[in-house]
């Protein structure tokens, strides 16, 4: 599975999903860009989720909050309390691991849990048993705003998307006439100072998050977590993940969060190694905390009062939280395929396929040109011109058009359109379906229904 991974890297490099940040300069760990077709996915992704969660329900609303937030913020959300980890230093190479995360390691390697830290190997150095006493450590990220780099100028910037939304509650109340249970969905960047970023995009110190804070009354909580769980759950393999690929994990009460009543990650076989396992997205029931926090230190009353009931409490909030940049990784994995295909002499090649949902593919039609020519040329970028307007269309005259296939297949390009000699005889063109790899001949002035019926949404 490490190799199926590695692949898709690969791919994922090599055609500009994702590169390296800084790469020019040797390049960080700590972050990734996205390239023309990453940027792409992923504003499908987003869009998708947008669509599903917020536009697509009439309990949400939605919300895009700041990221440099004062650090009272941090204070009364407990994170600049609480917010750390435990770092052990290895002895002998003196690199610097988080101490829950090396357990988690061994755990799933051993399939027990590590007596003591005596027992773990440094995964730098292969050295055993050889470290310092754990340290805390901060995750938040530091920033100076103003003139002068001091302690009133310290602000932190979010290592969530959740509390710009808990801090506009009261705003979003008034403006929005909802009531519990309703939500506020938010997606943005989120900076934590990982120890060990890694494994590609799963863990960086910049990254995308897609959260929702659903309010509900004390008594409702839990029902709601569950069909929160059902939903987030449902939006993936709705998508297309397989769902043999996901897993369930009831976080145990000594792991939880410290406000969390209870807290379900969805896990995905991404195929690490040691564990193949990780995090996708957490739905926790993180009970009034919140808003009791900030009422008490900000001084503004978050409690809700419900006309219609007479009642009066602080809401309790279900937080599904997703990370964007995760769910990208998590997407790609599960779409990448090679397969046996038929070639043209009677053998067969193997072909490398993204089968990515329709909805998600970076782009949905390729417009080709079966040779470079005067006649077929200016048709086809009539075509896509047209396309384009519906669409985002990819046009590509260059070379042999098996191999142009096989570009837009590894890609996840749901239709190809190829424009042939005959096309100028008869007013048609051959559609390609990624998948089937079947060819069907359609009319040009049939060509945008034909290609809508595959791309709905
Ligand atoms: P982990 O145990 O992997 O550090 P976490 O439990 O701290 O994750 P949460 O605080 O629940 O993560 O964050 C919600 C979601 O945000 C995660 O499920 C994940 O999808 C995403 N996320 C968190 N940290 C990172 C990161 N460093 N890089 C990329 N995505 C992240």
Redesign the pocket.
Known sequence: VQNRLDAVINLAKRRGFVFQAGEIYGGSRSAWDYGPLGVALKENIKRQWWKTFVQGRDDMVGLDSSIILPSAVWQASGHVATFTDPLVECLQCHKRHRQDHLEEAFEAKKGRAAASMEEITCPDCGTTGKWTEPQMFSGLMKTYLGPVDNEAGQHYLRP?TAQGIFVNFSNVLTVSRKKPPFGIGQVGKAF?N?ITPGNFI???RE?E?MEIEFFTAPDDAPEWFDRWVEACWSWFVDLGVDPANMRRFEVPEDERAHYSAGTIDVEYRFGFQGSEWG????IANRTDFDLSSHSKASGKDLVYFDQATGERYTPFVIEP???L??SLMAFLVDAYAEEEVPNAKGGTDTRTVLRLDPRLAPVKVAVLPLSRNEQLSPLAREIAGRLRSLWAIDFDDAGAIGRRYRRQDEVGTPFCVTIDFDSLEDGAVTVRERDSMAQTRVKVDELEAHLAQGLIG
């Open positions: 969530e934590r990982e799963f863990r960086t990254f998050q995090e996708l997205m957490g939280s997703f990370g940049t995760r």
